[in-house]
């Protein structure tokens, strides 16, 4: 089974979210099919049926995110040698903007961009890795390509 790569922060969420979806999700799930079977006849049910896709996009959730608990491998933050690596933080500046982004480098199931976390398999974060403070990283995209200057690790 292949390792997934996370935080001890991203673990502590899914474990929250598992729990969440057992305690309160699943019996939230019968009282809903519960209730849409009263409505009459299954076969002409619709409330019963969106009850059910419900119930089985929950239990789908369920299994996916005990999957990524069993494979997960906890990795912290660490620099080596003032290099980036999984779950350092990194400033960069867009060497043509001179724009900043602020991003933390986590594995591909935890990736969010948006909120500042990229993937250690993203095209930036594949660039990144390695690196230390000063040096310049070229990432090719649909676009173009764009050089980053990396100002700060951690």
Same mark, same amino acid.
């Not at 305690?23 to 002409?44: Q, T, W």
């Not at 779950?87 to 935890?110: A, L």
């Given at each position: 089974?292949?390792?997934?790569?996370?935080?001890?922060?991203?673990?502590?969420?899914?474990?929250?979210?598992?729990?969440?979806?057992?305690?309160?999700?699943?019996?939230?799930?019968?009282?809903?099919?519960?209730?849409?079977?009263?409505?009459?006849?299954?076969?002409?049910?619709?409330?019963?049926?969106?009850?059910?896709?419900?119930?089985? !996009?929950?239990?789908? @959730?369920?299994?996916?995110? %005990? /999957?990524?608990?069993?494979?997960?491998?906890?990795? #912290?933050?660490?620099? +080596?040698?003032?290099?980036?690596?999984?779950?350092?933080?990194? !400033?960069?500046?867009? @060497?043509?903007?001179?724009? %900043? /982004?602020?991003?933390?480098?986590?594995?591909?199931? #935890?990736?969010?961009? +948006?909120?500042?976390?990229?993937?250690?398999?993203?095209?930036?974060?594949?660039?990144?890795?390695?690196?230390?403070?000063?040096?310049?990283?070229?990432?090719?995209?649909?676009?173009?390509?764009?050089?980053?200057?990396?100002?700060?690790?951690?």
């Amino acid at each position: 089974m292949a390792e997934i790569l996370m935080t001890a922060e991203f673990k502590k969420q899914l474990e929250e979210k598992l729990h969440d979806l057992k305690v309160n999700g699943r019996p939230k799930a019968a009282e809903d099919i519960r209730v849409a079977r009263e409505f009459g006849d299954l076969s002409e049910n619709a409330e019963y049926d969106i009850a059910k896709d419900a119930q089985a !996009k929950m239990e789908a @959730e369920i299994a996916d995110i %005990e /999957f990524k608990l069993r494979s997960a491998k906890i990795i #912290e933050e660490k620099t +080596k040698a003032g290099r980036v690596d999984f779950g350092s933080k990194v !400033k960069i500046q867009d @060497e043509q903007s001179g724009r %900043e /982004f602020d991003y933390t480098i986590v594995g591909s199931s #935890e990736s969010d961009p +948006k909120n500042g976390k990229i993937s250690n398999e993203s095209p930036l974060g594949k660039a990144l890795m390695g690196k230390k403070k000063g040096e310049k990283v070229t990432v090719r995209g649909p676009a173009g390509s764009v050089m980053y200057l990396l100002v700060k690790i951690g």
